[in-house]
């Protein structure tokens, strides 16, 4: 019933729009429907998305802003403007679709109050320049938030990150002004995950090996299936912490200084720490950088350590198997 186009960025791919072209004409009148999983604003555009819902299926469309504010974005090199959002959504509102999915997270580095505050006045936005566009009220935006967790070989691994508590005041100060107005209040939905679960995986993803002793004390407590809502406890993850002597806040809320031994440091990805710490320095200066395949190599050590070779289409060569698989 549905083909979907699976990978860190599907619509970046330079011969994107050949692909969706062949998928949409093999299964033109089967009722299937083609999707992007989530789609960079400044990677939509309209050809795209008429051929993913040329055989008359609409599935939802996700766009990604992440970060609530311009000024946020420039953190975490996300240098597309509220103006070039509301733009992108207000031509797919226009091409027919009625229902979108904002994504965003809370928590990032050196957020605000105010930063997270702006997700509401974009949505608001997009409602209105949706409305105006199609001349209905029937258009629907959904705002979906996660946590922020730091991860390894990012140059977001030496950051602090946001405790559970700030994280759920910031949720709640984003739902009442979401309600705040009452002329868009309906038309806009509201998803998020309270900041408890967050520190777990904050903690599993950067913890050493001591955290093994912490993961198997939960088992040994009952704990199953914690990916599911039902049978996660954060107070069981906290108390098998506690009776292994292992301080969560040292793994999660803390910040590390740049010659800090990290515990993943004898783990090669490929990328240069020193150009890491670096780059988490034109973070904080809020310094976004150019997509590497359009300047100068930027030196952070993947293409030559790995044998990467950014490959930019057309290439001439037919990409989709010669039939259904």
Known sequence: EEVGL???SSADHS??????HGLADRYDGTQTSLSLPSTRVDAFNIDLAQELSRNGRRSGLTFAPEGGSER????????VSKQDLIDTVTAAYSAGWRQVKLYFMCGLPTETDEDVLEIAEMARDVIRAGRQATGTRDVKCTVSIG???PKPHTPFQWASQLDPETTDRRLRLLKDALREDKSTAKAIGYRYHDGKPGQVEGLLSRGDRRVGAVIEEVWRRGGIMD???EHFSYERWMAA???TGVDVAWYTTRERDELEVLPWDHLDSG???????SDWQDALAEQDLDDCRWIPCFDCGVCPQLGTEIQVGPTGAKLLPLSVV
Request: hydrophobic residues 50%.
């Open 241 to 243: 912490a506690e009776a």
């Open 6 to 8: 699976l990978s860190l």
């Open 72 to 79: 946020l974005r420039k953190v975490i090199n996300k240098t």
């Open 271 to 277: 990328l240069d720490k020193d150009w890491l710490w």
């Open 15 to 20: 011969e994107i729009a050949d692909i969706t």
């Open 227 to 229: 990916g599911w809502s």
């Open 147 to 149: 946590g922020f967790v």
